[in-house]
């Protein structure tokens, strides 16, 4: 058992959501919409490295307002809603990293090895996301062992899966 203090993150922008672990390079990814960003935690020194922050694939699209029903999602102030990347999957075999923002029908995917690269600028590991196309608005993501990525849908109440071959259907 270990524990994680995240001494390195600014708390008073950080909002950890999601985590998934990769077994092979000992690293966790979380989610952190409150940097728009990617948090990269080494699971031995506990150190963590902030990837992808406000990349395009990270933050939320500025004109998506959700509605469900015919109803906006505004806040008291009339503010919409807004969540950058918050939904993560990872592949069993630790090879690809699925993410994005509520705030889009986009899905996003990278290598884990571009992921776990120290040394690659922000410019160079942005050039190595790939826009996966378009899904739905999505809360929850996870993979299975073929490489399928089933997401919740929360337009339409549904499970949608995006297969390897990249075909998105209902479930």
Do not use: W
């Not at 994005?100 to 590991?125: F, K």
């Amino acid at each position: 058992i270990k524990v994680y203090l995240f001494e390195d993150l600014d708390r008073s922008k950080s909002a950890l959501n999601d985590v998934r672990v990769d077994t092979e390079k000992a690293l966790a990814y979380l989610s952190d919409p409150g940097q728009s960003a990617i948090v990269v935690l080494d699971l031995k020194t506990g150190k963590t490295r902030i990837a992808l922050q406000n990349d395009p694939s990270t933050v939320a699209e500025k004109d998506f307002v959700l509605s469900y029903e015919g109803k906006e999602m505004r806040d008291k102030n009339g503010n919409p809603f807004r969540s950058n990347v918050n939904g993560i999957a990872l592949t069993k075999d630790n090879k690809y990293f699925y993410f994005r923002p509520i705030n889009t029908l986009y899905l996003y995917r990278i290598e884990t090895r571009y992921l776990a690269d120290q040394s690659l600028s922000a410019e160079e590991l942005s050039g190595y996301v790939e826009n996966m196309g378009k899904t739905s608005v999505c809360h929850g993501m996870v993979a299975d062992k073929k490489g399928t990525i089933y997401l919740t849908s929360s337009m339409d109440y549904s499970i949608k899966y995006l297969t390897p071959e990249g075909e998105l259907h209902t479930l």
